[in-house]
């Protein structure tokens, strides 16, 4: 059974930093390129990030400079580290394989 399970979301103020996590099961890991995407209240969802199997990453303009992706193929984890957070960041994210699957999302809340 393939599983990503999301951890990490938090309420947060502006400015500050949170670190999602992603462990999968069920696929080989390794060999897939990962996602995270995001849906704000009341909007569609949006790709934010991708980390492929040779280590490159990519960024939607949105978070570039602020966000980071990373991947340990030895734990089955992908991460997001979000820096200097902003209102807009607010957001139900969600990692995703290229293949499709998909986590049930963690919820990040930035407010003062």
């Known amino acids: 059974e393939v599983q990503l399970v999301e951890s990490g979301g938090d309420l947060v103020q502006p400015g500050g930093s949170l670190r999602l996590s992603c462990a999968t099961s069920?696929?080989?890991?390794?060999?897939?390129?990962m996602n995270w995407a995001r849906q704000a209240p009341g909007k569609g969802l949006e790709w934010v990030s991708s980390v492929y199997t040779d280590d490159s990453t990519y960024y939607a303009d949105s978070v570039k400079g602020r966000f980071t992706v990373s991947r340990d193929n030895a734990k089955n984890t992908v991460y997001l580290q979000m820096n200097s957070l902003k209102l807009d960041d607010t957001a139900v994210y969600y990692c995703?394989?290229?293949?499709?699957?998909w986590g049930q999302g963690t919820q990040v809340t930035v407010s003062s």
């Open positions: 069920g696929f080989t890991f390794r060999t897939s390129g």
């Open positions: 995703a394989s290229v293949a499709g699957y």
